[in-house]
């Protein structure tokens, strides 16, 4: 069975500066996808960016980023020009191309921002 | 296009009633997903469903729980019996077909007490 671990169970960024957020997961497929989620206080999930495993480029969505290092198994997210609206919890996680289609999540990382 | 919309938001229970948590799935999403979320944890699946099928329920307890996505009307989150273990956040997300990505809704609280 696939596992996401997220090693760091809390950061804390300096408002305007950058973070990185780490990921690992463990598979033996070679077509999946892979997420970051925000789940703000109020407790809604929301998309913050996907790459798909087939994709070299890294994806980038505005201040977000990913580095995604597919033989070390790796997906880690950096976020940079922090703002007081990025603290939240954020979660890693796996779907399969092949087996189904659920989600598979990591424990989260909280994150703080510091102004 | 509105987004997926669960409901009741909170819903608090006495042990060995039942909780019925509902879930509207986005315009054009015929494919729905349950998950849990138990306090300080990340979110575990539970069950996926299409329209009046489960497609899989792996992730289940096999005993109180149930799910269903008829043709017409929301899935439905059924737990009998509930006990205080059962208080968490349930999520329910949903995508159109052939589509990788899933959306999710603002969550039930349950607290069973």
């Known amino acids: 069975a696939q596992t996401v671990t997220q090693s760091q169970p809390e950061m804390s960024v300096q408002e305007a500066e950058t973070v990185t957020l780490s990921c690992t997961y463990d598979?033996?497929?070679?077509?999946?996808?892979l997420f970051w989620y925000k789940q703000p206080p109020s407790r809604q999930m929301i998309l913050v960016i996907r790459q798909e495993a087939y994709k070299q480029q890294n994806a980038t969505e505005n201040r977000f980023s990913v580095n995604f290092q597919k033989a070390a198994k790796s997906f880690s997210l950096k976020i940079s020009d922090s703002q007081l609206g990025d603290a939240a919890m954020y979660f890693c996680?796996?779907?399969?191309?092949?087996?189904?289609?659920?989600?598979?999540f990591g424990a989260g990382t909280i994150l703080r921002v510091k102004s | 296009n509105a987004g997926v919309m669960q409901n009741p938001r909170h819903l608090v229970r006495r042990r060995g009633q039942e909780a019925r948590l509902r879930c509207s799935p986005m315009?054009?999403?015929?494919?729905v997903y349950w998950y849990r979320q138990l306090p300080e944890e990340g979110l575990k699946f539970m069950v996926y469903l299409q329209k009046e099928n489960i497609i899989d329920e792996s992730g289940m307890p096999k005993e109180r729980f149930s799910a269903e996505f008829p043709k017409e009307g929301p899935s439905i989150l059924r737990i009998q019996q509930v006990v205080r273990g059962d208080s968490a956040a349930y999520f329910c997300?949903?995508?159109?077909?052939?589509?990788?990505?899933?959306?999710f809704g603002p969550g039930t609280r349950l607290t069973v007490t």
């Open positions: 997300a949903s995508s159109p077909p052939g589509a990788y990505e899933q959306y």
């Open positions: 315009k054009g999403h015929s494919h």
């Open positions: 598979t033996s497929e070679s077509d999946y996808y």
């Open positions: 996680a796996y779907r399969s191309g092949v087996y189904g289609n659920k989600l598979v």
